[in-house]
């Protein structure tokens, strides 16, 4: 046996399992609510502090504004943006070095709400070989990481056009083979499955609502829920939260009474997703009102009091921001500076605080049991200690408008703002 041989194949295994291991430690951001789709990240170590000078790896100014997320793969990161009247795809390598630029269309309307969101507010999303965009004008491409065109179409010429009254925000859900979409607009309501090979139509079916006025429109994004042992498809919108069969896209449950009527009847449009918990459904509305909770075994119709309800609050639901759950937890960045923190099993508060001035646009995330929280006008992330008792670590600041939520990934924070993509990370290394 030649010991020099044996002891050089040992170190070379040695190396690359020491190389596996970093690597798989380091989590990339596939699509916007991160690789389990519910806001968490496994990375280590992010900075908790920053500022324009501080902790600050480098900068890229961006083309234009829009509220998407980064997706980020290994060295690449994903962005979509407005450039002028042009509707763009951006790649960039972790450095901050621009690698391509892809024009997939054109603005379909101005700024919507005062500048709140344009046609660049839906996030991309890749599966590592190819990355998937989606714009307000309803142009929908993939391309492959070298920015080669592989398959486009558009929303509106395929499923009707939009009508809307602030535009069309959705993001797209990757999930294996598929991605799906949900259209709900006075133009037509549909779920929609797609192949993400091709970009074929799977299939399509109407998502029926007794909604009227403003409230038949909806600016969510789908999810995915372990109802059971099945996973659903989950649409929240037009006064209804629904299931679906991955397979076909058949309805499986239905929640109602989320719309309070009186005042809000006409007008009770829903922005914030739902966020799967385990076992556990929650399910926002609009402009602070109900927030819902269902156990998994949902089937049918599902009715204020039903034993299918986990819980029910009357007030404290997010206008935009995704509920973030962890460790028991649920975290509502509400409408304004506020943020409510309920109890998972019971929806009972467990603290309510102002963190920053200024409305809540992004979603929060969790890292390292921190929970990041960031504000849309004061430039603001605020970093929190989780827990049931308020511990704030540090309130960041940049000169900038966020209402793209943070992206963590190998290290860094990316914070895209409406001029420039932050690349943050501790030492800005």
């Known amino acids: 046996m030649n010991l020099s041989n044996c002891a050089s194949r ?11 291991t970093s690597f798989a430690s380091a989590d990339n951001w596939p699509q916007w609510r991160g690789p389990d789709q519910d806001g968490h990240s496994r990375e280590k170590g992010l900075p908790i502090t920053w500022s324009a000078t501080k902790n600050i790896a480098w900068t890229f100014n961006m083309p234009g504004p829009g509220g998407s997320t980064p997706a980020v793969w290994n060295d690449r990161i994903f962005l979509t ?26 603005v379909s309307r101005g700024p919507a709400m005062g500048g709140e969101g344009n046609d660049a507010s839906p996030s991309p999303s890749t599966d590592g070989k190819y990355v998937y965009t989606y714009f307000g004008s309803g142009d929908f491409v993939c391309h492959d990481f070298e920015g080669k065109e592989i398959w486009k179409f ?15 925000h959705i993001t797209p859900l990757l999930h294996e083979d598929r991605l799906y979409l949900a259209l709900l607009t006075n133009g037509g309501h549909w779920v929609i499955a797609l192949d993400k ?13 007794d909604a009227v006025g403003e409230s038949r429109e909806a600016y969510t994004s789908p999810i995915l829920w372990k109802n059971g042992k099945e996973l659903n498809l989950v649409v929240l919108g037009c006064d209804y939260a629904t299931g679906h069969s991955l397979k076909d896209g058949t309805e499986l449950w239905r929640l109602g009474d989320l719309n309070p009527g009186r005042g809000n009847k006409r007008n009770h449009r829903i922005i914030a997703s739902p966020a ?15 927030v819902v909770s269902i156990k998994a075994g949902a089937s049918g119709m599902i009715k204020t009091g039903s034993p299918l309800e986990q819980w029910r609050i009357n007030t404290g639901s997010p206008d935009v921001s995704i509920p973030l759950v962890h460790e028991g937890l649920v975290y509502l960045p509400q409408s304004q500076r506020e943020l409510l923190v309920i109890d998972l099993k019971t929806g009972a508060e467990v603290y309510r605080k102002d963190l920053t001035k200024g409305r809540y ?11 990041y929280v960031t504000g ?19 309130d960041n600041y940049l000169p900038d408008i966020f209402a793209a939520s943070p992206a963590p990934a ?11 993509l932050w690349a943050i990370s501790e030492g800005g290394k």
């Open 154 to 168: 558009n929303a509106q010429k395929r499923y009707g056009n939009f009508s809307i009254q602030h535009g069309m």
């Open 81 to 106: 943006s407005v450039d002028g009247k042009d509707l763009v795809v951006l790649c960039l390598n972790t450095e901050g070095k621009p690698l391509w630029k892809r024009t997939v269309g054109q």
């Open 361 to 371: 646009r992004a979603s929060p995330i969790c890292a390292d049991d921190k929970i």
């Open 410 to 420: 190998q290290g860094r924070i990316y914070l895209r703002g409406y001029k420039t």
């Open 10 to 20: 040992w170190l070379a295994a040695s190396c690359l399992l020491v190389t596996l």
């Open 197 to 209: 090979t091709t970009g074929n139509e799977v299939w399509k079916v109407a998502r029926k609502t």
């Open 376 to 394: 849309r006008d004061s430039g603001n992330v605020t970093v929190l200690k989780a827990g049931r008792k308020l511990e704030v670590l540090a």
């Open 276 to 290: 799967a918990a385990g076992d556990q459904l929650i399910v926002p509305t609009c402009r602070g009102l109900h």
